[in-house]
């Protein structure tokens, strides 16, 4: 949770440049919707125990709705492909669909700020 307001900023920063911000979950999509989404009856969102910001990037989910959730293997279809074992990972592919990096976790600063800096550096030299 604690990545998602830098990696709205990092979204907000890249958008419309050849840089991609795309997040996959091991979600169903009515989990995902649900988590993103206010409560029309109460104007409180639904996750809002847990989240600190709604996500503005494009989130793919993992699991398909016919409850084949947790270990399940139909819900990491699209992480194995990129040799994902946990959340978060972040990878970093090329145009030509080339791995460049792979790193587990997330790098957390002394602030989002710090964070959000090391994250530009780290993306910038990829784009070089």
Do not use: W
């Amino acid at each position: 949770m604690k990545e998602i307001p830098v990696l709205n900023k990092l979204y907000d920063h890249f958008k419309g440049t050849k840089f991609q911000l795309l997040a996959i979950a091991p979600h169903t999509p009515s989990q995902l919707i649900s988590f993103n989404s206010v409560d029309s009856m109460t104007k409180i969102a639904v996750a809002s125990k847990y989240r600190t910001e709604s996500i503005r990037y494009p989130i793919l989910p993992e699991c398909p709705e016919d409850g084949s959730q947790g270990m399940n293997p139909k819900c990491y279809l699209i992480s194995s492909l990129f040799g994902v074992n946990s959340y978060p990972t972040s990878v970093v592919i090329n145009e030509k669909h080339e791995i460049l990096m792979t790193t587990e976790g997330f790098p957390m600063r002394q602030n989002d700020e710090e964070t959000y800096l090391e994250m530009m550096k780290m993306i910038n030299e990829y784009l070089k």
